[in-house]
């Protein structure tokens, strides 16, 4: 599984089509938005810490996390790049 922590407002993408935005979160949830790369809406809501959402092969697990951030874990196909909104910025030609 893929650690990553993310703030408020941070943006992580997903393979080659969707893109998760981290609305807000609190002790017990976190309001997640995936997005496809066009910014069609797919998925809205709040997710219980510790659980899973899934979306196609990659599974999502919000975690608490500290100082204003979220722990988010990726389960995912090798073949499904995941990349944080700056590491995305820096590949881009």
Known sequence: MLMMTRKRGSRVFIGDDLV???EGFDAHSARLTVTTRDGLPRISSRVPMESA???G???IVPKC???G???IGFDAPRHIQILRDD???RTAP
């Open 20 to 22: 998760l935005t981290v």
């Open 53 to 55: 959402v899934t979306i």
């Open 57 to 59: 092969d990659v599974r």
């Open 65 to 67: 996390g500290g100082f």
């Open 69 to 71: 951030q979220l722990r």
């Open 87 to 89: 590491a995305k910025r």
